[in-house]
């Protein structure tokens, strides 16, 4: 029973390069989630995704930044140009059903290895 | 939107000592509390989670209490071990029923053999 799977694991970008994250969710898992996470500081919350449907992106920038989670393959957050301030890790995280509370059943969020983005 | 507070943000205790962790959240429509375990280079896992219809939920050494009214939740850890040291992070969703959690800054706890 495979986790939720990331990769690269590490990713290294000179500024103004692009970098592709990839994420494939746990088994019968349809809603993806993509976290950031500085240096000594929590977990953000950047965007939900369901098959083909971006749900909610309220936490990602408005340029340079975007994901998709395609009908088949892993969900892709994508960085163009990447700047400095773009260095951080970035973890997945899937649920089954939309994770909380949804009916009074609660579908954790498992969360994958993480990718370390190092721009220079 | 939710805005979660979580202290103290380092935290040391002697092997067999019991640990806190407190966090306080904003929102009160806020109805699921996840508490993750983040060991150094690894990725969050959830350790226990509690509804807002329960006050208390325990299991083995670790217990979570929710105050709705003073909208504040802790995490207990008793009888700690080595293995505990890990950063802690507590989160709240945004809203009743919502899908997206807002974490707290962490808590690096590091149990003293």
């Known amino acids: 029973n495979a986790g939720v799977m990331q990769n690269p694991r590490h990713l290294v970008r000179r500024r103004g390069q692009e970098a592709r994250l990839r994420c494939s969710p746990m088994?019968?898992?349809?809603?993806v989630y993509w976290y950031r996470q500085l240096p000594e500081e929590g977990l953000k919350f950047m965007v939900y995704l369901q098959k083909e449907n971006i749900i909610d992106e309220s936490g990602m920038p408005k340029e340079r930044f975007s994901a998709e989670f395609p009908k088949e393959g892993p969900s892709i957050l994508r960085i163009q140009q990447v700047v400095r301030g773009d260095s951080a890790a970035y973890f997945c995280?899937?649920?089954?059903?939309?994770?909380?509370?949804?009916?009074?059943?609660?579908?954790?969020?498992?969360f994958g290895p993480g990718t370390r983005l190092t721009v220079t | 939107g939710e805005n979660v507070e979580q202290h103290p943000s380092t935290l040391s205790v002697q092997e067999g000592d019991s640990a806190v962790i407190k966090c306080t959240y904003s929102d009160s429509a806020s109805n699921y509390f996840p508490w993750y375990k983040q060991e150094l280079g690894k990725r969050p896992q959830l350790i226990i989670d509690i509804r807002s219809n329960v006050g208390e939920k325990k299991d083995q050494r670790i217990a979570v209490t929710l105050n709705k009214t003073a909208k504040h939740f802790s995490l207990h850890i008793t009888e700690t071990q080595p293995e505990d040291s890990a950063v802690y992070f507590c989160?709240?969703?945004?809203?009743?029923?919502?899908?997206?959690?807002?974490f707290g800054k962490g808590t690096k706890l590091s149990v003293i053999p």
């Open positions: 088994k019968g898992h349809s809603h």
């Open positions: 989160a709240a969703n945004s809203g009743a029923g919502s899908y997206q959690l807002t």
């Open positions: 995280a899937s649920s089954q059903d939309r994770g909380g509370w949804t009916s009074g059943r609660t579908y954790e969020q498992y």
